[in-house]
DNA sequence: GTGAAAGCGCTAACAA
DNA sequence: TTGTTAGCGCTTTCAC
């Protein structure tokens, strides 16, 4: 602990010496692949114990050309929906001995690629990424340097871009194919912005493609697309409520925004489901804690955490290719949509 | 992309062949530090453009002994008051160039340890801590191998654990001071678990001495620790509320739980605040979206990520010593809280 | 202003 | 089973 000198940590060398051995006989009591004899064994564990010898991650990666890094890359962690999914990536990266680099990119391309590039100058073994839109370069950048990575939140249906999430649009049509069983056509969507977000653009387009299939024309009056803040979600609802034909039913693309066109409502003195029908998209926790309840569309988060994490790590460790999986949704039914009231029509 | 092949990435000795100088050159170039005739250095920035050089942090961080790595360890991303700080931090870090690792401790100091020994292995520069909670090992453990770190979501107030954070204890106090000057007496706990989490240990300590300040003892059955759920919050506002004299007003020491809390209340028939007010602790954006909004104090979560993150790197830079901060709470009024009503007595 | 060369702390042939 | 010896890709004196 002297300070003002330069500090040394103890290297494998310093350990070597004194248990009387060479590095590379360290190096593999450390890493217990090769067989080493146990007595020898002993003597360097006791050793490395005496010292708190700590492993160099930069010079075993330098020298092995693995890091055990792995790159996360989430648009935000505001949304508590994608703090959940990080959360069980982290662990599952974890349990395998592999750190995570996080890097959250707001929504943004250049932030994402200046994360990828810093991340790749780090060595990172893969990569997990949020969508699968962003420019042709980024792309190339990670293929050119070798680094696998894989794609959540959206199916990709690529066998050149694996990924490991539910599919999007079937998962937006399950709520709105509840809400037209339920008679309702007039149907808002609130989602977040379809030129950041692909997969707002994929709920969007099946809400449109939905409409379509009824025989009903898209009205722009009826679209919003916002941050994902339950304000912004609010806002969007007062204006849909202001209108002379206010939806009969709002097809919200997630959970946040749902909440803030529930609270609208509330505020507005206009029931949920009597008046106006609202379903989300998530099913976050807090969504049984709001009142009505929320009728919405549970999604994986977690478990689209660990298995990308899980398949990144199994093909590095194997080669086996990366998973392209499709995980299932289900639409959980609760209090806040039901069917179209004739006085409402 | 010759597969097969172990595939090579570009090095700084390929870059300096083809430009003709050396790799000496080829750094000083890439590190704009020392002067570099400017022929020269177009030379070489030539190709490493042409070849899409990428830097390698793990053979630069050997050679300098600086990764640009900073290790963020949290209890949980769950409760979205984490996420906002960890956001926050790895924001600041990457607007300094530095890449953040991730750690989920989920609130276990074994699983804490294991993860600072991993990341003092990939050499961080320095670590992001929550709560000053853990064995005297692990803070030897930093020390012994020189590595700086910042304690948040606690305050210290001690020179050797630097910390930015805000005061727990005066943050729970003022809301309790609120529920005393409107005629709380019979004021319940519902916070997480202490033994875990220092955080909510301080948060109950002010509760406790509180009460005795008033003159009150404490009741045990209006204590409930649990989980950072909001059915474990619902559950102990059950319990609460089936007393034979319920309290008139609860302290939630976070607003997952107070959110808890309020639903139970609302399922139960029991208004709020008429019949008991609920103050909650972190002020999560959900809160304005509750009916009632939630009366809660807010802390500086964003802020305080960003700060320590600030922190630490003008420390590496400039050897600084760490800052210890106190930041301010405010008590944000809203409706859940309210004067104690003569019938309710 | 630029290059040669010696490391940084580890691993992995290859020999012994 | 163990040691020797080159590196891994970068930085950094020290000369020129």
Redesign the pocket.
């Known amino acids: 602990m002297t300070k003002g000198v330069a500090f040394?940590?103890k290297?494998?060398?310093d350990i070597a010496r004194e248990a009387?051995?060479?590095?590379?006989?360290v190096?593999?009591v450390?890493?217990g692949s090769?067989?080493?004899?146990p007595?020898?064994?002993k003597r360097v564990e006791q050793v490395v114990r005496k010292h708190h010898f700590v492993?160099?991650s930069l010079?075993?990666g330098?020298?092995?050309?693995r890091s055990r890094l792995i790159g996360l890359i989430i648009p935000t962690l505001i949304n508590s929906i994608y703090a959940a999914f990080a959360q069980a990536s982290q662990a599952a990266a974890q349990s395998q001995r592999y750190t995570v680099l996080l890097g959250v990119s707001e929504f943004s391309p250049k932030q994402e690629e200046r994360l990828i590039e810093q991340f790749i100058a780090h060595r990172v073994e893969a990569l997990i990424l949020t969508g699968a839109d962003r420019p042709a370069r980024t792309y190339q950048q990670m293929r050119r340097n070798q680094v696998p990575f894989i794609i959540t939140w959206k199916s990709t249906g690529r066998e050149d871009l694996p990924s490991v999430s539910f599919d999007n649009r079937l998962a937006a049509g399950q709520a709105m194919r509840f809400l037209f069983e339920r008679g309702h056509r007039r149907i808002g969507l609130i989602c977040g912005r379809t030129e950041v977000n692909d997969r707002a653009r994929e709920r969007r387009e099946a809400y449109e493609s939905m409409l379509k299939e009824h025989g009903l024309s898209l009205n722009p009056g009826l679209v919003h697309e916002c941050d994902f803040e339950f304000e912004a979600g609010r806002r969007a609802m007062q204006k849909m409520l202001s209108r002379r034909a206010p939806p009969t039913a709002i097809f919200c693309a997630n959970d946040i925004q749902a909440i803030g066109a529930l609270t609208q409502c509330r505020a507005a003195g206009v029931r949920v489901p009597e008046e106006v029908s609202i379903i989300g998209f998530d099913d976050l926790p807090i969504s049984t804690f709001v009142e009505p309840q929320l009728t919405t569309v549970n999604v994986p988060a977690a478990e689209m955490g660990r298995l990308a994490a899980e398949s990144v790590i199994r093909h590095l460790a194997t080669g086996a290719p990366l998973d392209s999986i499709i995980l299932p949704t289900t639409l959980v039914i609760r209090s806040s949509a039901g069917a179209l009231r004739s006085e409402a029509k």
Do not use: H, K, Q
Not at 20 to 25: K, Q
Not at 34 to 37: F, I, Y
């Open positions: 040394r940590r290297t494998m060398r009387r051995v060479s590095t590379a006989t190096s593999r450390l890493n090769v067989p080493v004899n007595e020898t064994r492993f160099d010079a075993g330098l020298a092995t050309r």
